[in-house]
């Protein structure tokens, strides 16, 4: 079954930039999608399309990509961006959907 | 305003079934092909099944193929989940999902809050 592989913890101090990285042999073929889950809260879209933020997504969030691997960025991270980050992506057929591990941002 | 209302989870003993249902509202459901994802206490997220607006094909993961099936009405704009041999490690919080190519092919845009299944003796 296909895989897309997270750190399990990234930590940051206020103001600085975070780097969440997810790998996955489809990834040049498949964009992933990034979500954001804060503790007892449903998931939350926060990147589309490679590098696109839906609605109300401050412009801190970005992504990129390069090959088999693809990074959420968080630039000027804040205290309110702690949270669990999943990256969500398909296999070349798109028949088996996975999502990352999941990275638990620290920012303090 | 766009809503998905998940019920039906609870506690059951290993073996048995249990039917989970996603009420929506909101928007056009017949338009949308849903999902259900999953997650164990204190575990990440598992992508669990996927079924196309029209009904007219479904996936599933490895990990419940076989014993899960995603259905939906769209008369009722609900979706199903109905679980089946259920086992200990089936235990987590289910969510339904809506897919929403607006945002790319095989985006997933909206979460319900989830509905907790515990498989227990």
């Known amino acids: 079954s296909y895989e897309v592989t997270q750190p399990p913890s990234v930590s940051v101090s206020p103001g600085q930039t975070a780097r969440i990285t997810c790998s996955g042999d489809a990834l040049p073929k498949k964009y992933p999608f990034w979500y954001q889950q804060k503790s007892g809260q449903a998931p939350v879209l926060v990147i589309y399309?490679?590098?696109k933020r839906p609605s109300g997504i401050p412009e801190r969030f970005s992504a990129s990509s390069a090959g088999t691997m693809a990074t959420l960025i968080i630039s000027g991270a804040q205290v309110e961006d702690e949270a669990d980050y999943y990256c969500?992506?398909?296999?070349?057929?798109?028949?088996?959907?996975?999502f990352g591990g999941g990275t638990k941002l620290t920012v303090l | 305003q766009v809503q998905l209302v998940e019920s039906g989870g609870g506690v059951v003993q290993p073996g048995r079934s249990l039917r989970l249902s996603c009420a929506a509202s909101g928007f056009i459901f017949r338009s949308y092909g849903m999902h259900w994802v999953r997650q164990a206490p204190g575990k990440g997220l598992e992508w669990v099944a996927v079924?196309?607006?029209?009904?007219?094909?479904?996936l599933h993961a490895d990990s419940v193929k076989g014993r899960f099936t995603i259905s939906r009405d769209n008369s009722k704009s609900t979706l199903y989940l109905q679980l089946n041999s259920l086992r200990a490690e089936d235990t987590a919080v289910y969510f339904c999902a809506r897919e929403n190519w607006d945002y790319g092919r095989y985006a997933i845009d909206i979460w319900g809050q989830g509905t907790t299944v515990t498989v227990s003796s």
């Open positions: 399309e490679d590098s």
């Open positions: 079924i196309w607006y029209d009904g007219s094909k479904t």
């Open positions: 969500y992506s398909t296999d070349s057929s798109g028949n088996h959907r996975v």
